[in-house]
């Protein structure tokens, strides 16, 4: 049915197929790994922003989860926000921030997703 010339171009591609398989795999397994990194990271950091809770100092904050990204104030309320930008589980950019009093202490935590 298939004649020698035939033969050894299957032969050449089944061999060219076998070869380049492993460098796809290893190449998908790459992109599962950073996935599963980038997951890991972002429910890592959902979890440590859960442990900010009302009545805790600006230390505590900052020991948990950091220098903030960035602070703004506002007079109105006598607050300060201090805002962390992250991606969150669902692979979302958010925001969260942790408002404190004008005595340090916080008040309340909000997560905003932002727009694209």
């Known amino acids: 049915m298939f004649s ?8 050449i591609a089944l061999a060219s ?3 380049a398989l492993p460098a ?15 997951v890991y990271a972002a429910y890592s950091k959902a979890d440590a922003f859960r442990r900010i809770q009302p009545g805790m100092k600006a230390e505590q904050v900052a020991a948990l989860i950091g220098s ?7 007079d109105g309320t006598r607050t ?13 950019d958010a925001e969260f ?8 202490i916080v008040s309340s935590t909000v997560t905003t997703r932002l727009d694209d």
């Open 4 to 11: 020698g010339k035939s033969h050894r171009l299957l032969a």
């Open 17 to 19: 197929t076998a070869l």
């Open 24 to 38: 796809a795999m290893q190449s998908a397994q790459a992109a599962v790994s950073s996935t599963r990194i980038d």
């Open 68 to 74: 903030p990204d960035r602070k703004m104030r506002f």
């Open 80 to 92: 300060t926000s201090w805002d962390y930008s992250f991606r969150d589980t669902w692979g979302y």
């Open 97 to 104: 921030s942790v408002i404190f009093g004008d005595d340090g």
